[in-house]
């Protein structure tokens, strides 16, 4: 699967260093944002509709309740990770954009074919990128479309996307664009493009009992 886990470097690297949510009690600059991201909200809406889509196919996959209990604890920080794939797919696309960059949905295919091949089938492939990334399987395509819109403008560019270059191009759109995140999701490290936990003396952690993130 060493394709498969390389196409995925680009969610995973972004977020392998998230800390535990902080969620703020005290008045949002955006009421009802997640995140604004070059004036266009995030909504908290959006964020939960996301997150449920995981869980849902989570209790799919796993119907026993112990099963479905440590799912659940794996993937205790899905909240914030999945809104900063949300901000960073933005972040992404307008850079690629920037750059006469696009993709076409028979590239997707031609990836989701080759990684279902290795994946042994379709459901498989979905399975994976659930369980290892935290992606829906109706989410599936979109984060193909990620993955190689991420290729390509590291090839653009003359670099791959590990390299400081490809994450320097990131940061420059972040700049550019602007983007302020709900002081209860943490700050967005725009040197970075990655979310961070703020410090703040009105910011306190809070875990729901079976793991999930919670605002309060």
């Known amino acids: 699967m060493h394709r498969r ?53 989570q209790r799919a996959a796993v119907p026993d309740e112990t099963q479905y209990a440590q799912a659940i604890a794996r993937t205790g920080g899905l909240t914030r990770d999945t809104l900063q794939s949300m901000v960073l797919d933005r972040v992404l696309h307008r ?62 560019l003359g670099t791959d996307t590990g390299q400081p270059a490809f994450w320097k191009n990131l940061s420059e759109t972040s700049k550019r664009m602007g983007v302020d995140l709900n002081p209860r999701y943490g700050t967005w490290d725009v040197e970075k493009s990655i979310r961070t936990d703020a410090k703040t003396p009105w910011v306190r952690e809070v875990t729901t009992e079976n793991g999930e993130d919670a605002a309060a």
């Open 5 to 57: 886990r390389r196409t995925a470097l680009l969610l995973t690297a972004a977020i392998a260093a998230a800390a535990p949510l902080l969620t703020a009690c005290g008045n949002d600059a955006h009421p009802g944002a997640a995140a604004v991201v070059d004036g266009e909200r995030i909504t908290v809406a959006q964020l939960e509709e996301r997150v449920g889509e995981v869980r849902a196919a």
């Open 95 to 156: 850079a690629a954009a920037d750059a006469g960059v696009g993709v076409t949905r028979k590239e997707i295919q031609g990836m989701r074919s080759g990684l279902e091949q290795q994946a042994g089938g379709a459901k498989e492939l979905e399975t994976v990128w659930l369980q290892q990334y935290g992606i829906a399987p109706e989410r599936l395509d979109d984060n193909l479309r990620l993955q190689i819109e991420a290729q390509k403008l590291a090839e653009h």
